[in-house]
């Protein structure tokens, strides 16, 4: 279990509360709306109605004490700069701050900043290639050009083994399991592992690799 503060309420930041505290994790709160701070707490471990650019309550919140602060302001980017500048002087131990263009990620993280999220480019960007096919069903980037590629498993490999196949050889593609009916069906990938029916793969690779694999 890990303890975060939360700086920034909107539709982000609420999703991210909601998310930890399912995660069972510890969350401080924070927003100069009173509004969605008494929305957040059913969600949250505490949350407290402030000014995330005034050091002195920056400072009365004990931001040493918290294993990760995430600054999701997104429509004030003077604020969130100037938050996570504070945080970072304050002995935070980790912040991560939301970013909607590369030059707030570049001014982010030289004024304090540990990491920088894009929410709407990497949302942008899985709608795009999820829905530009027939066959990928879902995709998790991994940076640079690799990913993990949810793709249907053609009717052609159907029955047939994953050595038989040879996927890794021939593609540079690794099947890291088998899922049916949105379920894991398969985790543990051998050589010997044949592929159902109505299936999908989860396969890590490039875009590239994917699309020559399966003629996407």
Known sequence: MKTFLLIGLGRYGRHIAMKLNELNHQVMAVDKDEMLVNEILPFVTNAQIGDSTSEEFLASLGVRNFDVCIVA???DFQSSLVTASLLKELGAKKVVARAARDIQAKFLLRNGADDVVYPEKQMAIWTAIRYSS???????SLGDDHAIFEVEVPDSWVGKTIGSLDIRNQYNLNVMAIKQNGKFAMTVIHSDTRLPANSTLLVLGTHHDIQKCFHI
Request: avoid cysteine; charge should be negative.
């Open 73 to 75: 302001i997104g429509d």
């Open 134 to 140: 027939d066959h990928i069903t879902d995709y998790i």
